[in-house]
């Protein structure tokens, strides 16, 4: 039997553009050589110029966990009052990340498929002073998304003291954002919107942000130190820890496909995506964990039906043999769905392969539905969106 790779269609790792691969398959160099010290230098400028970043940004080889403890790591100090904005289980990592730093910690947590609404944030910063807020763009658990632009206007006009933290695990790269919004400090990895293999954690700092660094006394973290990274990423012929050559050449690729796309468009395309997929699997039955107007454009956190007698592990094991790599549901929904990520650098045939894949789990699985029934609800949607890009 020919065996052949099921489609990657977890939120990260995402499926990987051939001209990214081939990034990554290239003859290792030396990390001083030259040749590598000017591109990391055109790649840590290309990243500022393109997300409007008046202070630094930062490549490091590191899982997105690392990139959230940096971020705050280098904004907060032991004593600060930071607010921690929950929508899930990695806004929840988030709090447990702070809470071992000695911050006045302060806490909001949204039901599951719901988000903390800038009317909480609003009044919990109106009646204590904080140094720090921290919220998640897009909770990967449930796929949510946080309105990112209305929450940094708002801290702009009515809070602007608050230095804002954003995670753009399961967003940047593939959902519009600029750092000229207000944000303080964005952070990323390199498997989710980006398109890329996992390695690196991505972070956008403000010349605010980095001035809080540096106006600072030492912190107790090394590696994920700003002040240590900072003469680097002004001249790579500096040196704090080995940077992830090939990974480095990779995210230069893959900047070069956001640009060529433009993030506005690209924006919109995760979003048209995003939505076919939405409507195509509950048709079979399945229901939207989020809130239909929170749901992200970057992943979809699906409940099973009521009665399903397929049991989770069950469900996506047969997803898995059809074709298709999807994943679990996390923290309070842990069994009761199943996620998928379409974010990156998929196109219309990917989504094809993807609800395919999910019909014919649930025949495998005895759930009652018509085959082909999904796939007509997805190319309707996909013909439209063409159209729509045509006209």
Request: charged share 25%.
């Amino acid at each position: 039997m020919i065996q052949v790779n099921p489609l990657v269609m977890v939120p990260g790792p995402t499926p990987i553009a051939r001209s990214i691969q081939e990034q990554m398959a290239k003859e290792t160099i030396a990390f001083h050589d030259p040749r590598f010290i000017a591109d990391f230098d055109a790649l840590v400028l290309e990243l500022k110029n393109t997300w409007r970043c008046d202070g630094m940004a930062f490549a490091v080889a590191g899982s997105g966990t690392m990139a959230m403890e940096m971020a705050v790591s280098n904004t907060a100090r032991r004593g600060d009052s930071v607010l921690v904005c929950s929508n899930g289980h990695f806004g929840d990592r988030y709090i447990d990340i702070c809470s071992r730093k000695g911050y006045d910690l302060d806490t909001i947590k949204a039901p599951p498929g719901d988000t903390v609404s800038l009317e909480e944030i609003d009044e919990r910063l109106a009646g204590k002073k904080t140094d720090v807020l921290v919220v998640t763009h897009v909770e990967t658990s449930t796929g949510v998304e946080l309105p990112l632009f209305e929450l940094a206007d708002m801290m702009r006009l009515k809070h602007p003291d608050v230095l804002l933290v954003a995670d753009g695990v399961a967003s940047a790269g593939a959902v519009e954002f600029y750092m000229d919004w207000g944000i303080d400090v964005m952070l990323t990895c390199s498997q989710k919107g980006m398109g890329m293999a996992p390695g690196l954690g991505i972070l956008w700092a403000s010349q605010r942000a980095i001035e809080k660094r540096l106006n600072m006394p030492a912190i107790a973290e090394s590696y994920i130190d700003f002040a240590k990274w900072i003469p680097v990423m002004k001249d790579a012929r500096a040196y704090w820890g080995t940077p992830p050559i090939n990974m480095i050449w990779a995210l230069a690729e893959a900047v070069r496909i956001i640009k060529g796309e433009g993030i506005g468009e690209r924006d919109r395309r995760h979003r048209r995506f995003a939505a076919a997929v939405r409507k195509s699997v509950s048709s079979l039955g399945f229901k939207l964990a989020a809130d239909e107007h929170l749901a992200s454009p970057t992943v979809s956190a699906f409940l099973y039906p009521e009665g399903a007698q397929a049991k989770d592990e069950e469900f996506r094991a047969a997803v898995y043999d059809e074709g298709a790599h999807i994943a679990g549901c996390q923290g309070d929904l842990a069994g009761a769905g199943f996620r998928v990520g379409h974010m990156g650098n998929i196109t219309a045939n990917t989504l094809v392969s993807l609800v395919a894949a999910i019909e014919r789990g649930c025949l495998r699985c005895g759930y009652p539905i018509k085959p082909g029934s999904a796939l007509a609800v997805l190319q309707e949607e996909l013909v439209a969106i063409g159209s729509q890009g045509r006209g």
